[in-house]
């Protein structure tokens, strides 16, 4: 899963994400004009995002984002990507795979021989080598985690799902064929070299004091001696060295940041990104058929009025209203509306670390029982899908097709979600609680959406003996995985529908456990979960996790997000993704008539 603020490497990367807007629009970019032009076709398309892109390299914890993720549709090459269904298929641009062994499981991948950077350097063994290293969890530090003991990685993946269970990839430099053997079989191993994971390895080495001459034979010789005194720089600049400054005010040097995709990055200012096409693209399904790809950044609330002004051709606000919707059907036909539900869910986490306010299961079940969580969807959700509702389940959602099946093998996951406050004044006073509960509920402060939720919950839950804090925080993501910095934290989940994409965020030690939760048995559920090839055995472990989930209180989970796009009527293949894929999913392929 991703943050869909954010989309991490959890689900796409492999798969995790976050709920959030910040920012303001733009401006314009122009471009010569293209062939295109001939048919009438405007050489420029103009995308709302809610949230400016972090950084180049999304795999880090700090930069694992769904519009991150949204310009690596564009920017980043890989061997599968994901479909407007949320299924993979095979991207014969990039490469080609196939499965040559189920025990032990192994792939056999081939680069396509024309692939390069944008930079005109080869895309080969050395790019995927620092991706197996960076995302394998497999080059101690040296340091320990303070909280856990337990020692860090070099590299700060937003995830390691899938990497970990395999062996270093063996090769040479220069090599255009590799492949990946797993120690254990892996049940998304289709995922794990999509868009957005195979990153630059030229650059690191370079930026790292290391030579990148000789098809990169000093990163590669560094990787496989396990020599941490001349990975540690190359891990720094991947952790780090690709970060844009908050907002986006401008990009790092455009030399640091080449492409393997369609389209590579050109400039940005002040929250706008510019893409144009990348003239050393050797593809042709994916190839480019706009000259320039612009990405503004647009806080919800103006998203509609930036398309009727036509400052943007396309929205896909994270947190859509009913105002959203009103305010879209009053513009007329020179706009197309879409609605649904999406795999994005909205969700409370709770701190429960030792001496933390959530630490005691029954003050996390009395917080759950007082959340108006049923109030929340009348309120937010159904003026925009009538189809949508309290969603009770963590790894499935509402029409899904295992959805009901899963929960009716869950009993401690079922309920209406009418908030029962009550029953929660009952559960604190078993915890032993006689004055109220203080919790410090953080949200994004550029959600009005958010804003209001909270407010929702302060209402009910102050009635059942807690004392809701609300907590707003423009940089409220950066401060997810600081023990202490907040008691609860809404934000939002962008799936990807993969079976293991959630692992990292319940087992324990995760990298996106934000709350410190742990569970040998739900340790156990994901291991075994994780390492299933058979898809019909998926449901009845994921009903046991469910159950286990519930049972324990991971956190509180409201509904699936209601999901609204809408672009100019002149505006040509945009199709609605309800993964943390995106609406970029296919926009390689778009047209506008001038």
């Known amino acids: 899963m991703r943050n869909k603020r954010t989309t991490t490497l959890a689900a796409l990367s492999i798969g995790t994400l976050m709920l959030s807007a ?3 629009a733009g401006g314009t ?3 010569p004009a293209s062939e295109g032009a001939a048919e009438n076709l405007a050489t420029t398309i103009n995308i709302a995002i809610s949230q400016a892109p972090t950084g180049y390299n999304g795999n880090t914890a700090a930069t694992n ?3 991150n993720g949204y310009v690596d549709n564009l920017t980043s090459g890989g061997f599968a990507a994901f479909t407007a269904a949320g299924e993979l298929e095979p991207n014969t641009d990039f490469g080609t795979y196939e499965k040559t062994s189920d025990d032990p499981l192994t792939i056999k991948y081939t680069i396509d021989e024309d692939a390069v950077w944008s930079d005109g350097v080869p895309i080969d063994y050395d790019d995927v080598l620092l991706s197996w290293a ?27 799902n899938g990497f970990a269970q395999t062996k270093m990839i063996e090769g040479e430099p220069g090599d255009k064929e590799f492949e990946l053997v797993f120690n254990e079989p892996y049940a998304d191993w289709e995922a794990l070299l999509t868009p957005g994971t195979i990153m630059p390895a030229h650059i690191a080495a370079e930026q790292a004091g290391l030579s990148p001459e000789g098809d990169g034979a000093e990163l590669v010789e560094a990787v496989q001696a396990t020599d941490i005194a001349a990975l540690k720089p190359v891990a720094e600049f991947w952790n780090s060295g690709w970060d844009y400054e908050v907002d986006l005010p401008t990009l790092p040097d455009t030399a640091l940041l080449p492409s393997s995709g ?3 990055l050109d400039n940005a200012t002040n929250g706008t990104l510019t893409l144009v096409k990348n003239d050393k693209y050797w593809g042709e399904e994916r190839a480019g058929k706009t000259d320039t790809i612009v990405f503004k950044t647009v806080v919800d609330e103006e998203a509609v009025q930036a398309l009727q002004n036509g400052d943007v051709d396309v929205i896909d606000p994270s947190s859509p209203t009913v105002d959203t919707k009103a305010a879209l059907e009053q513009i007329g036909e020179t706009v197309t509306v879409d609605t649904g539900t999406s795999l994005t869910f909205s969700h409370i986490d709770l701190d ?6 959530f630490e005691d299961v029954k003050v996390r079940q009395a917080f759950n029982a007082c959340a108006p969580r049923a109030d929340m969807v009348d309120k937010f959700v159904t003026p925009i899908d009538p189809e949508g509702s309290v969603m009770n389940l963590r790894e499935y959602q509402p ?21 029962d406050i009550e029953g929660a004044k009952a559960l604190l006073a078993e915890a032993g609680k006689t004055e109220p509960v203080k919790v410090s509920l953080m949200y994004a402060s550029t959600s009005q959406l958010r804003a209001d939720m909270v407010a929702l919950v302060k209402d009910s839950c102050d009635k059942a003996g807690f004392e809701i804090i609300p907590q707003p925080e423009a940089e409220w993501s950066a401060k997810l995985s600081q023990p202490g910095a907040w008691d609860a934290v809404l934000f939002g989940w962008a799936g990807s529908g993969l079976v293991a994409s959630g692992q990292s965020i319940y087992v324990s030690g995760g990298e996106q456990n934000f709350g410190g939760y742990a569970d040998e048995e739900v340790d156990r559920l994901w291991t075994e979960i994780a390492t299933t090839t058979e898809a019909d055995k998926v449901p009845a472990l994921k009903t046991e996790l469910e159950q286990r989930l519930a049972e324990t209180q991971y956190n509180v989970v409201l509904y699936a997000n209601a999901d609204i796009i809408a672009h100019s009527s002149k505006l040509q293949g945009v199709e609605m993704n309800p993964t ?15």
């Open 22 to 24: 910040c920012g303001s």
């Open 29 to 31: 970019a122009e471009t």
């Open 65 to 67: 984002s769904v519009y």
């Open 134 to 160: 960076a995302l394998s969890g497999t080059h101690p530090s040296g340091e320990k985690d303070p909280e856990t003991g337990a020692e860090s990685d070099l590299f700060l993946a937003a995830s390691t």
């Open 262 to 264: 369609p389209y590579k």
């Open 352 to 357: 429960q670390r030792p001496g933390a306010v």
């Open 399 to 419: 029409g899904q097709p295992d959805y009901d099946t899963v929960l009716d093998g869950a009993p401690a996951a079922q309920g209406d979600g009418a908030a």
């Open 580 to 594: 943390q894929t995106g609406i970029t999913w296919n926009a390689y392929s778009w047209t506008k008539q001038a």
